[in-house]
């Protein structure tokens, strides 16, 4: 089992940034699928983007694409998720979650507690 705490979180500006990161603890990191997704007050979680254990696959939903931007980093066990001219609409929980493949379905075995992420306008 892998053990992930999110960090990054807070208040920002529409417009603003925002980096988040996931590190991870108690697996093997670099061969995991490692994924974030969202959860807006009243609303379902959503898959937000995907990178693959070597980091070479991205996938994202179109919502974020040209936005946000999902990488890795093997040899510190993180994974990362830059926001840039983020929306009011992008406010919500986000969490990050490992498995063994890439998917953009909630079939990730580990996830984190998350971490709150609101978009001023």
């Known amino acids: 089992q892998v053990q992930l705490v999110e960090s990054g979180g807070g208040l920002v500006q529409a417009g603003g940034s925002v980096r988040l990161s996931c590190a991870a603890s108690g697996g093997t990191f670099s061969r995991y699928a490692m994924a974030w997704f969202r959860q807006a007050p009243g609303k379902e979680r959503e898959f937000v983007a995907t990178?693959?254990?070597?980091?070479?696959?991205?996938i994202y939903t179109d919502s974020v694409k040209g936005r946000f931007a999902i990488s890795r980093d093997n040899a510190k066990n993180t994974v990362y998720l830059q926001m840039v001219s983020l929306k009011p609409g992008d406010t919500a929980v986000y969490y990050c979650?490992?498995?063994?493949?890439?998917?953009?379905?909630?079939?990730?075995?580990?996830w984190g507690q998350g971490t709150q992420v609101t978009v001023s306008s």
């Open positions: 990178i693959s254990p070597s980091g070479l696959t991205t």
């Open positions: 979650a490992a498995g063994p493949i890439v998917t953009m379905t909630s079939n990730y075995k580990d």
